[in-house]
């Protein structure tokens, strides 16, 4: 199991696109097994493996959010989708809200700037 996992962190850290995970709940199922379980070999290690390729498909989704909010969809206008394969149930709940909430924010954003382009006053 060692090395399968330390396979997948390797692959993680290679790629800039998220890689397809060990399980769609990797993270839940070895938190419930690692903490059961006192006959893991090596739990400790598993533990940490399996901390790792959380925190660095962590970091891809944020930059992943980060690049499409700050990207356009080409000749000022805004991207109105993205697509971003293999990530987790949990994963996506980590970033509902943040996601979500920006997304509002950067709309109202847009619609204040087109008005006030839009308005004598402010030009």
């Keep these: 199991i060692n090395a399968e996992y330390g396979e997948k962190k390797a692959e993680e ?64 206008k805004p991207l109105t989708h993205v697509e971003i394969n293999n990530i987790t149930v949990l994963e996506l709940n980590t970033i509902r809200g943040f996601f979500t909430a920006s997304l509002d924010h950067l709309h109202n954003l847009r619609n204040h700037a087109e008005l006030c382009l839009n308005d004598p006053r402010y030009n």
């Design 13 to 76: 850290l290679e790629g800039h696109l998220f890689s397809k995970p060990l399980h769609p709940h990797f993270l839940e199922f070895s938190t419930i097994i690692l903490g059961i379980s006192s006959e893991v070999k090596d739990a400790d290690e598993v533990r940490t493996l399996i901390k790792d390729i959380w925190d660095v498909r962590a970091a891809k989704l944020r930059k992943s959010v980060n690049k499409m909010i700050n990207h356009d969809g080409g000749g000022g």
